[in-house]
């Protein structure tokens, strides 16, 4: 429209959504998945009638947040749905970087290396976002590095010590809080001495009054995802947060894969080439050959007989998915999907795995430049959007209270 303000934009100040947009104006779902993407333009009448609804602000002055290690951004979008600012970025894959200025364009800059990056050259900020490497922690990172022969968790000079990183950042900067987040395994690590590590500094080196969580992302998205969440504050009227108050719905009421896999009947548009033709059906490409299909069943049955649990996961629409990992580019195993008439499973897309990490909402489409393959490492790697959004709500009354 004239005032330069895009539909997608408007519709987000109005909190509603797609479907709301519909009924009330009366479109369709498709003419209005068409002014979202910019294709065509709503009548002034549907421009005037939803900017009346968008409500009057609050003139409220929200939080900043430094975001390390940001990946393709999910923590920070997590905390600006609770009115947080983001002032520091800082990661260091480019391929992750193309992603996250493709969602967040015109924006401050995007810093790389985090141990290159002096303290004077971050900006104060209310709280730290820092989803540090997870690989020296995880179950499979540790498996591979010890069939290596290569140290792993803070030995490994690599990625292990990039927690003092953000310990450093921390001490100088000393913002109000911080939300780490990392893989479950980082609690048993070294029969559970790194976490202690990582609580001692945060608490006796740092002095935060600290509080951890695991919460399993299957209550928001269709998929198993445990992750520990590690929340800290600097202040004394934060003694009584805890992330154990934190309300986490009921992962047996989770959505369904469903509400992640294309529709494939015509009520969304296709979104080359993820999908194609007037029905927006799965582009063939995501089928596996009949070569990788017959390897992963065969890997799977002798790993059965052997008494392992190694094997693909099969799923359909009324299932939940296994935990997607940055691995998922190499063959798809852990979370494949099963198609009608004979035909082998297929991978996801990136479009879906960008909604089983909750990046869409359903609604909103995230902006995927990168190829298939790194589209999936970095899904693989990122947060559950709506759980670190549920932190940030949950840690936001504490952030807009007076410091001691």
């Known amino acids: 429209m004239d005032n330069g303000l895009p539909f997608a934009e408007l519709r987000r100040r109005t909190g509603l959504t797609i479907d709301d947009v519909a009924a009330r104006t ?29 409500p009057p602000s609050t003139g409220e002055e929200g939080f900043t947040c430094a975001d390390l290690f940001a990946g393709i951004g999910g923590m920070r979008i997590g905390f600006e749905a609770a009115g947080c600012r983001c002032v520091f970025t800082s990661e260091w894959d480019r391929f992750a970087q ?20 002096g303290v004077d050259e971050i900006p104060d900020h209310d709280v730290l976002l820092a989803g540090f490497p997870c690989q020296p922690f995880s179950i499979a990172g540790v498996s591979k590095k010890n069939a290596l022969g290569q140290p792993h968790g803070f030995s490994d000079e690599v990625q292990g010590t990039l927690f003092f990183d953000i310990a450093r950042i921390i001490e100088a900067r000393r913002p109000r809080a911080f939300l780490l987040e990392n893989v479950k395994n980082l609690l048993r690590h070294d029969r559970g001495r790194t976490f202690e590590v990582i609580l001692r500094v ?41 992330l154990d108050d934190m309300a986490v719905p009921d992962p047996e009421e989770g959505p369904r894969l469903a509400s992640a896999l294309h529709s494939e009947n015509g009520s969304e548009p296709a979104e080359p080439p993820y999908t194609e033709g007037l029905l927006g059906m ?16 065969a890997y799977a049955e002798k790993h059965r007989q052997r008494g392992n649990g190694f094997g693909y996961g099969l799923c359909g629409p009324d299932d939940v998915a296994r935990t997607m990992s ?31 990490m909750g990046f ?45």
């Not at 969580?213 to 934060?238: K, L, S, T």
């Open 26 to 54: 009366g479109y369709s779902r498709r003419t209005v998945h068409r002014w979202e993407s910019g294709e065509t333009v709503p009548r002034r009448a549907v421009w005037e009638a939803l900017e009346a609804l968008v």
């Open 202 to 242: 945060l608490r006796e080196e740092l002095g935060y009054r600290v509080s951890w969580r695991v919460i399993d992302a299957r209550a928001w998205v269709p998929q198993r995802r445990e992750r520990v969440f590690i929340a800290g504050f600097r202040d004394a009227d934060a003694a009584g947060f805890s």
């Open 98 to 117: 193309q992603t996250y200025r493709a969602n967040f364009p015109d924006d401050h800059a995007l810093h790389g290396d985090i141990t290159q990056i």
């Open 360 to 404: 869409d909402s359903g609604d909103t489409p995230f902006r995927i430049p990168v190829s298939d393959a790194q589209a999936y490492r970095q899904f693989g790697n990122a947060v559950a959007v709506p759980v670190v959004a549920a932190i940030a709500q949950h840690m936001a009354p504490w952030m807009q209270q007076d410091s001691a």
């Open 282 to 297: 799965v582009n063939p490409k995501y089928t596996l050959s009949d070569h990788l299909w017959t390897y992963l069943r």
């Open 326 to 356: 940055a691995r998922y580019y190499k063959d798809g195993a852990e979370i494949l999907i099963r198609q009608a008439d004979g035909h082998n499973p297929r991978r996801l897309t990136p479009r879906e795995c960008a909604r089983l």
